[in-house]
């Protein structure tokens, strides 16, 4: 079981410069959720999404972000025109249907976002 | 939206002694309520989970308890080792009715340090 996995691992953009991160679920996981984490600080629900479904973004800007699971591939979370404050690292979760433990999620490696 | 408290934010103990963090919720629907380890640089890990039809669960040196009247959950580590030194959040989120669940929302996280 590979778990979850996210690349890249590390990510560094001049301000300006659009960053698309990318996170592969588990194996048999349907949902996926992406979350951002400020340095010293918890973890931000930004996004939750099933295949080809945006369920919630409720935690998302409404500018300059946006977050994509196609039927085939990784989901996609892209951030246009960057700026030094997007700097942080972005974690992605994913779970599975199974009816007896649907509401664990599962956290990939992150990726550490550096705007210069 | 849920709003998630923890205490507290930094906790030093003796190795060998017992730790307590406490965190409590705002939302009365939220019915899952996890906490993650997460060690400098690395990913959150799930050390365990609660969900809102028991008071209390024990998973070797690890017990979390949840009081929904009060809205309160905590966590208990007996017995405390070097390795359990490492930041600790607790979550809490809602089931949805289409099987999956809410994004979670996070506590800002207990430095907990184990002194030799």
């Known amino acids: 079981n590979a778990g979850v996995m996210q690349n890249p691992r590390h990510l560094v953009r001049r301000r300006g410069q659009e960053a698309r991160l990318r996170c592969s679920p588990m194996?048999?996981?349907?949902?996926v959720y992406w979350y951002r984490q400020l340095p010293e600080e918890g973890l931000k629900f930004m996004v939750y999404l099933q295949k080809e479904n945006i369920i919630d973004e409720s935690g998302m800007p409404k500018e300059r972000f946006s977050a994509e699971f196609p039927k085939e591939g990784p989901s996609i979370l892209r951030i246009q025109q960057v700026v030094r404050g997007d700097s942080a690292a972005y974690f992605c979760?994913?779970?599975?249907?199974?009816?007896?433990?649907?509401?664990?999620?599962?956290f990939g490696p992150g990726t550490r976002l550096l705007v210069l | 939206g849920e709003n998630v408290e923890q205490h507290p934010s930094t906790l030093s103990v003796q190795e060998g002694d017992s730790a307590v963090i406490k965190c409590t919720y705002s939302d009365s629907a939220s019915n899952y309520f996890p906490w993650y380890k997460q060690e400098l640089g690395k990913r959150p890990q799930l050390i365990i989970d609660?969900?809102?039809?028991?008071g209390e669960k024990k998973d070797q040196r690890i017990a979390v308890t949840l009081n929904k009247t009060a809205k309160h959950f905590s966590l208990h580590i007996t017995e405390t080792q070097p390795e359990d030194s490492a930041v600790y959040f607790c979550a809490a989120s809602t089931q949805d009715s289409g099987g999956g669940a809410d994004g979670l929302t996070f506590g800002k996280g207990t430095h907990l340090i184990i002194q030799p």
């Open positions: 194996k048999g996981h349907s949902h």
């Open positions: 609660i969900r809102s039809n028991v």
């Open positions: 979760a994913s779970s599975p249907r199974l009816r007896a433990e649907f509401e664990t999620q599962y």
